[in-house]
């Protein structure tokens, strides 16, 4: 099995930071991609962004500039630093893992930013 243990949301202003972390442990092989996803209410979930056990990096146009991911390969960790947050960042953001070609997703966090 494998776990996925998310921290680091919360409430927010508009302009203001924050930073969440997703740490994976359990039977962890080979982590392919991981990243991050969000999903809004009354929306479908969406990639905000994704890094490669190379490094590469994907993100979602709305974030790019604002949102950083990056990981710690030794303790399987991946994190977003998130900057500049707007209200429309509002959402319940979820880890995702490919662990041997397999995805995993953590339970979620929080974030909410007020006007």
């Known amino acids: 099995q494998v776990q996925l243990a998310e921290s680091g949301g919360g409430l927010v202003q508009t302009g203001g930071s924050l930073r969440l972390s997703c740490a994976a442990s359990?039977?962890?092989?080979?982590?392919?991609?991981m990243g991050w996803y969000r999903q809004a209410p009354g929306k479908q979930r969406e990639l905000v962004a994704t890094?490669?056990?190379?490094?590469?990096?994907n993100y979602a146009d709305s974030v790019k500039g604002r949102f950083t991911v990056s990981r710690e390969s030794a303790k399987n960790t991946v994190y977003l630093q998130m900057n500049s947050l707007k209200p429309e960042d509002t959402a319940v953001y979820y880890c995702?893992?490919?662990?041997?070609?397999?995805?995993?997703w953590g339970k979620g966090t929080l974030v909410t930013v007020s006007s």
């Open positions: 359990g039977r962890i092989f080979t982590l392919n991609a």
């Open positions: 995702n893992i490919v662990n041997l070609g397999v995805p995993y």
């Open positions: 890094i490669t056990s190379g490094g590469n990096t």
